[in-house]
């Protein structure tokens, strides 16, 4: 099985900050890394699909990128709505894995 | 608009078995391949199962193969996941969620998901 191993395991900010979670696949899996946002209480949305690209109405705030083995998640100008724990998956090989998930809280 | 929604948890004894269901709308149901994803309390999401748009081919974690068995009625637009020989370790929460495109292996990512199904194995 593929392992997803993504950092930090928590994170606070503060508005209007940067932030980068990063994830280190175990194996070569191309551009097959997605990146869900889980808000408390909620099921995960895709928020960036096949590394780098925006679901559509996703604010441009949001960014990927990366290639084979590791891959960053940005968020630019943190915004209260961006509270949320965020998980990477890589879908090149069956078994389908998450990484661990970032547990993103605003200072 | 898609939706999907789980049906089917509640408080089962360990040994027990259950069948879990996901009945799809807003979509072709037959044209994607459907997953399972479950989330135990506090955790993350871990794919468990997934199945072709015709049923033909099914996907299993290892951590779940020989226990969990996927199927969908594609004439009534439903998903399923029989779990039998239930352990503490498969509370969780279950999703059904729909790929993004294609009906043949999992690929992509799931684009629509449901709200979930409690699951409780407890005597």
């Known amino acids: 099985d593929i392992q997803m191993t993504q950092s930090p395991s928590s994170l606070s900010a503060s508005l209007g900050d940067r932030i980068i979670i990063t994830c280190q696949a175990s194996?070569?899996?191309?551009?097959?890394l997605i990146w869900y946002q889980q808000k408390s209480g909620q099921a995960p949305e895709f928020v960036i699909y096949d590394v780098s690209n925006l679901k559509s109405g996703v604010p441009s705030r949001f960014s990927g990128s990366g290639s084979g083995t590791h891959f960053t998640f940005t968020i630019t100008n943190l915004q209260p709505e961006d509270v949320a724990t965020y998980y990477c998956q890589q879908y090149d090989r069956v078994p389908i894995t998450f990484g661990q998930g970032t547990r993103l809280e605003i200072k | 608009e898609v939706e999907l929604l789980e049906s089917g948890g509640g408080l089962f004894p360990p040994g027990g078995s259950v069948r879990l269901s996901c009945v799809g709308s807003g979509f072709t149901f037959n044209d994607y391949t459907l997953t399972w994803v479950r989330q135990s309390p506090g955790q993350g999401l871990e794919w468990v199962s997934a199945i072709s748009g015709s049923g033909g081919t099914q996907y299993y974690a290892g951590s779940v193969k020989g226990r969990f068995t996927i199927s969908r009625d594609n004439s009534k637009n439903t998903l399923f996941l029989q779990i039998n020989g239930l352990r503490a370790e498969d509370t969780a929460l279950y999703y059904c969620a729909k790929q993004s495109w294609g009906s043949g292996s999992p690929r992509g990512h799931f684009d629509s998901w449901g709200q979930g199904t409690f699951l409780t194995v407890s005597s």
């Open positions: 194996q070569d899996i191309r551009n097959h």
